[in-house]
Structures are given as C-alpha cells and as structure tokens.
C-alpha cells in the first residue's frame, strides 16, 4: 500500500487486493484493548475520582462504538475501492484517517496486551509460539498500515504533481 | 459611577463550595504521558498535533522526552481541562494520567 497523491481533504492510495483482505483482518479485530485499561490517575482514588473513571470508561465505549460504525462503513461502501491497474485505488479523507489511525493502534495495543505487554525496549522478547504468532501478526500489520497513514499524512512529495 | 454592591457575607457551606468550585478551575493538575514501547514515534507526535493544536517540533519533543524520560508533562491545567485531555489521548490509545501538582 502506498500513497499514491494527497489533496487537501483527502488521500489517495495505491493497495493490492491481498493488502485490502489484510486491512479488513485488521479492522474486524477491533476493539482489542480492554475497557479497564485505560486509568484516569496512577495516584488518586478516592469517590470524586472513581466516579470520573466510570464517565471516561462510558466516553470510552461510545467513541469505540462510533468507531465501529465507520468500520463497517468502510468495509461495505460500494466504490470505496476502485479497480486500477496496479491494484485498487483507496480514497480516504483526512478526517477518516484519524479514527483509522485510532482503530489500528488500538488493534496493535491490544494485541500487545494480549502477548503480556512486553517491554521490547528494555530488551524483553517476544516468544513467537503457537499461541502467540496471531497476536504478533495483528501488532506488526496494523503497524505496518499505521506507518503508511501517517507517512502519507505528513512525509514525502505529492507523486501526481 | 455605579455603586459597589457590599460584599455578601455567606455561611460556612457556601464557602466550602466555592473553594470546591476554584479547585477544579484552577490549573493544579498535570496531564502525563507515559512511554509505551508499543506506540510508534510517529503516531505519538500526530497524536500530540491532532490533540493540543501543537507544531511538528514542539510534538516532537515532548515525544522524545516520552520515549527517553519514560515520561513526559504535556500541561498544567484545571481538573475538568486535565480530565478532557486525558480523555482524548486514551481515546487514540496512548498511556496518559492526570496527577496533582503536588508544587
């Protein structure tokens, strides 16, 4: 997948049909992180700061349902995928590129979380066994996607011009 | 000239809930993002742009103090602003937490 031209609200990608049915993989995997992952405050605890806890959590769930709803818009939109001759032609918005961003790394997240959050950077490995192997894939392709969103957004020379 | 109104003198309880009130207007929170190793450099900085309205190199560096400190305050602000900000950096699935300015 590469970006093949950027305008102002929109990109416009080259993608093989083999990257498309990884993307959609991807994409059907989400949400992966689990809802109590996320805290509001490492130290605090007391009533006025669980109860603020449980309203993030709730905006929480609402934004991933609103999430799973573009999802599902992009995966049966008719034409959102055009045939080309080296593959198939992906337009996305700029904006679209933001929740995509939110729910590919949310997929990557939480398949890290589901590998036993492993400090790579301290030098922690990771054991590519049986069970193991589908989390790995997950983290490493939503990456891979991630890094074209966001070299398109912000790198390189506008290809078409 | 408009004349002063006298200032009115309250009970006790309506001076507790002012202070409440202050307290969580006044900027004594801290929103901090934590290093993940998950997270790639790049969608950390879009993450602070996109959130905080920040230029490339400021985004920048504060990722690199996530990355390199383990941590990094991104602002100092009200209780309900903190919260917001919290709010928006967990939705993109970084590790962020408000804390108390304890200064």
Redesign the interface.
Known sequence: MKRLWARQKQLVFEISTRERDLLFEILRLYPL?PPAH???????ANDQFNE?QRL?EE??AA?RAENRKHIQALLNEPGRFQTAPNGLLLKISRSET?WL??VL??V??GS?IALG??????GEKILVNEETAPHVRS?EIA?AF??VL??A??GGQDRSR | MAATAAPEVRPDIDRDEETDSRTSLEPGFLVICW??????M??VT?VFQ?VFGWQ?QKAERHMLQVHNQGKSVLTRDSLEKA?FY??QL????LHA????DQE
């Not at chain 1, 996320?38 to 605090?44: A, C, V």
């Not at chain 2, 967990?90 to 699935?93: N, P």
């Open positions: 992180v996320h805290r509001l405050s490492k130290t605090d603020n993030l905006a929480l934004q933001d961003l939110q790394n949310d990557r997240v890290w959050s492993p400090d790579t950077e301290a983290m990456g991630e890094t966001l070299d957004l912000t | 290093n993940d190793p998950v997270n790639l790049d969608y879009h996109v490339r919260e919290v709010h967990q939705r993109y699935t937490t408000m804390e108390r």
